[in-house]
DNA sequence: CGCATTATATACCGATAAGTATGAAATCCG
DNA sequence: CGGATTTCATACTTATCGGTATATAATGCG
């Protein structure tokens, strides 16, 4: 990180942290395509040319927005996998989760979800970003849990993949409920009953 | 059901009922926001006038398309209450939802899920919609297990409400899944994983 | 100060969105 | 055949979309 590396010209009014900040909360309450660059830019505080002299335009500032989100929001997520246990693990990407959700003033789902999910039309380049990025976590998930595995914490018959695949869907799930106005309390009702339906070896 | 009550005028010359198949389509793929009239129009093989003569408007053409999708659709989950079990019922689901998302060319996630994960800008009457017709189905779905329970077949400690959004839950992140590009062989490994944990008496 | 440089604000661009006005075409009733 | 009626096809309206041209304001450097 080279420190203000020279200033020359005007120095811009705004911190594009913050203003990031802003158009992450955008697009996790509208998604990708339902954030028109007038409220982005309302939200930010900046005018148009501003947001594309700093961001490129409004594909790239939802990627480094995503960045933002797995950097902020997702970080959860990479810790989880040093539980102890494999259940350990579970119960860690799901409290997680349901912090992330219901953190706000009403619950919502994952942005990765609602990008997944709700990305058709032009923004191509989103989904598939997000669907790797997706791929990638889930690796390490389907890691962790072989070494659970190895290590006798499954039954027999289950495979690493096919459980990491699970709990993903139920993690996924989660948001949509949180989308179709679930409240906090039956979140957290839906993260105890996948707790207790997790096999013991 | 008056059949064809009088016919005064020159005579529409598509069937709407086709029309109305080929809108759902459109619907399903792109979402409510992301299915543009001019999309639509082409997909149903008429004009705009015509549409709007014979459906109204795009969102009453979606409320349309919604009852249209949950009756040739979603018959499954009416007929899936009468299995004999709790297992068999969640089993019947499962199944169910693995055959209308992976029916088509590529896996998709329900048109619920879409329309409650993605609509936000001005479709709030859509996702109002959608919730409380899922409420509904969810409502009967409870009723169903508290059945179940009284007749033993759950575990003493297992809500039925619980155990229904659980269900919820890992049906709609398997459309999640599908959104993101999970292949059909994912999507029934998904099935047999939630049917193995499911609890038993 | 004067100049190069960078950020700002306003106004604009073409494309597309949903929805509609208008007139021609096709039917039934008399 | 001649209205009355309904549908059809084309062209249009208004608003908004993402993105940009232009001119002005604020800085560092010399």
Same mark, same amino acid.
């Given at each position: 990180?080279? !420190? %203000?590396?020279?200033? /020359? *010209? ?11 900040? #802003?158009? @992450?909360? =955008? ?62 693990? !579970? %119960?860690?990407?799901? /409290? *997680? ?11 919502? #789902?994952? @942005?990765? =979800? ?81 707790? #207790? ?5």
């Amino acid at each position: 990180m080279a !420190a %203000e590396p020279v200033t /020359r *010209g005007r120095p811009r009014e705004f911190d594009p942290e913050e203003a990031l900040s #802003a158009a @992450l909360q =955008v697009f996790w309450t509208r998604g990708y395509e339902g954030a028109s660059l007038a409220e982005l830019t309302e939200a930010m505080g900046i005018t148009k040319p501003s947001l594309y002299a700093c961001f490129g335009n409004k594909e790239a500032l939802f990627h480094k927005a995503l960045d933002l989100y797995e950097r902020d929001k997702l970080c959860y997520m990479r810790s989880a996998l040093d539980a102890p246990t494999a259940r350990g693990v !579970a %119960e860690r990407l799901l /409290r *997680g989760t349901l912090q992330i959700q219901t953190g706000g003033s009403d619950p919502r #789902a994952c @942005l990765g =979800v609602i990008s997944m999910v709700a990305c058709t039309t032009q923004a191509d380049s989103i989904k598939t970003d997000v669907i790797a990025r997706r791929a990638s976590s889930d690796k390490a998930l389907v890691e962790r849990l072989e070494r659970a595995k190895a290590e006798g914490e499954l039954p027999a018959g289950i495979e690493p993949a096919a459980i990491a695949t699970y709990l993903t869907a139920v993690i996924q799930g989660m948001g949509v409920q949180a989308s179709g106005g679930a409240t906090p309390a039956q979140l957290e009702q839906l993260v105890e009953t996948t707790l #207790a339906m997790w096999p013991t070896a």
